[in-house]
T-cell receptor, first 114, second 109 residues
Framework: EAEVAQSPRYKITEKSQAVAFWCDPISGHATLYWYRQILGQGPELLVQFQDESVVDDSQLPKDRFSAERLKGVDSTLKIQPAELGDSAMYLC????????????FGPGTRLTVT | TQLLEQSPQFLSIQEGENLTVYCNSSSVFSSLQWYRQEPGEGPVLLVTVVTGGEVKKLKRLTFQFGDARKDSSLHITAAQPGDTGLYLCAGITGNQFYFGTGTSLTVIP
């Protein structure tokens, strides 16, 4: 069964350092999402791609966060510099169509900033 | 401000008990989804409801979409330890998708 792949699964970094997360969506899924989730809370959308284009990045802290999906397949989310408040789970999801389509989530990257 | 509020936030019950989780909003949604998330994993879709008043059953889980399409509930009958996890509702309105605040369920054997 096809799955969304994410790496690394866990990342510990010191504040002010740069960190990057990678996501490979299910083959053929044009829509890709990055979410941030605080433990025990609902995920918060950071950015949504349709193919290689950003559809929604209104909640992305653009002074330190960036996301790209250059060839419309896999995607990278970067934080530079990391802050203590960035400690969270970062989830990637993909779907065949935006918004109304079922989203398939990867296992996430647990980030701890010290 | 969260568009979708879930209650309760935390729930700890004994195996075999019944429970209901609520998802409420002042906004109208074209459809609403429920996900379950296990520790260390991503959410997994359980059901999508699209019609006001719709009721869907998935084994011991019953999902209901409010008549006005502003709220939803999830009822679990005879809870089992395998039901433990974070339950998330998610609403779709226009071209926006919103997750709820989450309900963390623990079923004690």
């Amino acid at each position: 069964e096809a799955e969304v792949a994410q790496s690394p699964r866990y990342k510990i970094t010191e504040k002010s350092q740069a960190v990057a997360f990678w996501c490979d969506p299910i083959s053929g899924h044009a829509t890709l999402y990055w979410y941030r989730q605080i433990l025990g809370q609902g995920p918060e959308l950071l950015v949504q791609f349709q193919d290689e284009s950003v559809v929604d990045d209104s909640q992305l802290p653009k002074d330190r966060f960036s996301a790209e999906r250059l060839k419309g397949v896999d995607s990278t989310l970067k934080i530079q510099p990391a802050e203590l408040g960035d400690s969270a789970m970062y989830l990637c999801a993909s779907s065949t169509r935006p918004i109304s389509g079922e989203q398939y989530f990867g296992p996430g990257t647990r980030l701890t900033v010290t | 401000t969260q568009l979708l509020e879930q209650s309760p936030q935390f729930l700890s019950i004994q195996e075999g008990e019944n429970l209901t989780v609520y998802c409420n909003s002042s906004s109208v949604f074209s459809s609403l989804q429920w996900y379950r998330q296990e520790p260390g994993e991503g959410p997994v879709l359980l059901v999508t409801v699209v019609t006001g008043g719709e009721v869907k059953k998935l084994k011991r889980l019953t999902f209901q979409f409010g008549d006005a399409r502003k709220d939803s509930s999830l009822h679990i009958t005879a809870a089992q330890p395998g039901d433990t996890g974070l339950y998330l509702c998610a609403g779709i309105t226009g071209n926006q998708f919103y997750f709820g605040t989450g309900t963390s369920l623990t079923v004690i054997p």
